[in-house]
C-alpha cells in the first residue's frame, strides 16, 4: 500500500521530534550533571555562593537548573535533525543568547527595581540595572536569531519581510521575558512551557507543510525534551530554571511558533504575550492560579503541599 506524501511528512516530523526531545532530554540531564560537578562560574568552595538561592519555603536551592537547560538545548539544536543550517543557527543564539544575560541577572543582578515596567522605568531615569541590561540584550537576540531563520513560504516585499523580522523578533523577546514571570513556584514554568509547546508540536506534526512542519517539530520538540527531563529536580525543589533557564524556554518556544504560524498567527501570539506581561505588572500570577481550582490543581501537580503561610511573590 502507496503510503500518502502527507502521512509521510507527518511520520518524519513524528520521528525528528522524538530524536530532537531524547537529545534535548540526554544533553540536559548531562549538563546538569557536569555543572553540579563544576559550575559555570566558582569552585567547589565558592559555587554556593554563586548558584544557591532560598525558595519561596526559606529553602537553599541551586540555580545550575538553568544553565543545564540552555546548555543541554543549545547542544540538543546543533544534532537534531530536521533543521536547515539557518533555523538550527537561530536556535543556538536564542537559546545561549537568552541563556547567557538570564544567567547575568541570576548572578549579578540587583532587586532595585522589578519588573519589565520597573527596570524601564529605571532606565529612563539613567539608571542602567541588570534587568534592563537583559531585556534588551534578549531583545536584540530575539531580532538577530529572527532575521537569521529561514523565511521559507514567506511572500512579500522588503518593508512586509522587516515586519516579519520584528514581528519574530519581538514574540521570541516577549516569550523568553514571559516565561520568567511564571518561574515563581516549582515546576510552574516548565508546566507552562511544556502546555504550550505540545500543542505547537501536535500541529506542528499535523500539518502538511513538508520542510517546514519537519523544522517547527524539531524546534519544539528540543527544550520540551530539555524541560521534560529537569522537571523532577524542579517539582522537587532541589533545583529551579531562575532566568538563566526561563529566559532560554521562553526563547526557544518563541522561535518555534514563528516557524510554525504564519502571519496572523504570530501577530496574535505576540498580542498575548504582551497582554499577559502587561498583566503581570498589575495582577499576580500566584494569586490569580491559586483561586482557579483547574489552574490550581495543575500547579501544584507533582509538588509538596504548600505553606500555611505563602512566600512572598517577586522576581527580578
Known sequence: MAIRPQAGTRAAAALGAAVGAALGAVA??????????????????????????????????????????????????????????????????????????GAYDDLFGTTSSKGFK?????????????????????????????????????????????????????????????????????GRAIKVGLLAGVSLLAASIAAPHGPRSRQAA???????GAAAALLPEDLGERAMLGDAGANALGALLGLAATARLGRAGRLAAL??????TAASEKVSFTKVIAGNPVLNRLDMLGRRAPQTTPGSESHG
Request: glycine share 14%; net charge positive.
Open 28 to 101: 540536559a540531564r548531562a549538563a546538569f550533571a557536569a555543572f553540579r560537578r563544576r559550575p559555570p562560574i566558582g569552585d567547589e568552595k565558592t559555587a554556593g555562593e554563586y548558584w544557591t538561592r532560598v525558595n519561596h519555603r526559606g529553602e537553599p536551592v541551586t540555580l545550575l537548573e538553568g544553565p543545564a537547560f540552555a546548555a543541554g538545548a543549545v547542544a540538543a539544536s546543533a544534532l537534531a535533525p530536521g533543521l536547515p543550517a539557518r533555523a538550527r543557527a537561530a536556535a543556538m543564539l536564542a537559546g545561549a543568547g537568552s541563556g547567557v544575560l
Open 118 to 186: 520597573g527596570h524601564l522605568t529605571a532606565l529612563a531615569r539613567g539608571e542602567v540595572t541588570s534587568g534592563a541590561i537583559k531585556i534588551l540584550g534578549i531583545g536584540a537576540t530575539g531580532l538577530a536569531a529572527a532575521a537569521l531563520a529561514p523565511r521559507d513560504g514567506r511572500g512579500g516585499g522588503v518593508v512586509k519581510r522587516s515586519l516579519d523580522t520584528l514581528v519574530d523578533g519581538a514574540l521570541i523577546a516577549g516569550s523568553a521575558n514571559l516565561a520568567n514571570l511564571f518561574d515563581l513556584r516549582p
Open 218 to 224: 524539531a524546534l519544539t520538540a528540543v527544550p520540551l
Open 271 to 276: 498580542g498575548v504575550v504582551a497582554a499577559l
